[in-house]
């Protein structure tokens, strides 16, 4: 499915007037020129991984559009404003605020938008960290976030890999999340960063998910 400026697609929680077209415009005066060239390549990737999975395009590409609304935020006040919304933060979060641009965008998401389809909120609220059970439609959007187009080939390539090459011929998202999910703890490893226990927790979800399905 898809729904730009002028066609009329419903869909239950989310207002008919939040087009692709919209939500393109409420992205990019909230980020830099360089962040929303990013945003608009994960928009891109997110629908052609949806195709790819026979997940909803419309659902993915605009979650796409909407994922790093609050990415450029200072982490004081990512985390002030999680903290407005309830959320409880551990010590990780608390000294690391980038860590929660993506709840924090789905918060600001709905709140500005009027969003209250929670599939498509918690695909942007989980894009970075991810999450254990998380739908097809989150790992389709964390999975666009890694394989946008200004990332190093070393990393998406091996992801892109695992994310085709299934007898099934459809997408193997699991097997792509994975791959994305150990490439990404090498690189906190490699560069001395701090890894948030979500991070293990998920891997080690995706690994059995693999392993279960070998």
């Given at each position: 499915m898809n729904r730009n400026s002028s066609a009329k697609i419903k869909y239950k929680g989310i207002p008919e007037e939040l087009t692709l077209d919209a939500a393109r415009k409420w992205a990019k005066p909230r980020v830099s020129e360089k962040?929303?060239?990013?945003?608009?390549?994960?928009?891109?990737?997110?629908?052609e991984i949806a195709e790819l999975a026979g997940e909803d395009e419309f659902l993915a590409e605009l979650a796409g559009w909407l994922h790093d609304g609050c990415k450029e935020w200072k982490d004081k006040d990512l985390v002030k404003v999680a903290q407005s919304f309830g959320m409880k933060l551990n010590d990780v979060e608390k000294e690391n605020g980038?860590?929660?641009?993506?709840?924090?965008?789905?918060?600001?998401?709905?709140?500005?938008?009027?969003?209250?389809?929670?599939?498509?909120?918690?695909?942007?609220?989980?894009?970075?960290?991810?999450?254990?059970?998380?739908?097809?439609?989150?790992?389709?959007?964390?999975?666009?976030?890694?394989?946008?187009?200004?990332?190093?080939?070393?990393?998406?390539?091996?992801?892109?890999?695992?994310?085709?090459?299934?007898?099934?011929?459809?997408?193997?998202l699991d097997a792509a999340m994975l791959v994305a999910c150990d490439l990404s703890l090498e690189h906190l490893i490699s560069s001395r960063r701090v890894i948030h226990i979500k991070t293990v927790d998920v891997r080690n979800y995706f690994l059995s998910l693999v392993k279960h399905n070998q």
């Open positions: 962040r929303f060239r990013h945003v608009e390549g994960v928009a891109a990737v997110a629908k980038h860590l929660l641009h993506g709840p924090v965008a789905a918060f600001v998401a709905r709140e500005e938008l009027g969003i209250k389809h929670q599939e498509l909120l918690d695909a942007v609220s989980e894009h970075t960290l991810g999450k254990v059970g998380m739908t097809n439609l989150s790992k389709v959007v964390f999975l666009a976030d890694c394989l946008e187009a200004s990332r190093p080939t070393d990393f998406t390539d091996p992801i892109w890999n695992a994310l085709k090459n299934n007898p099934k011929k459809t997408a193997d």
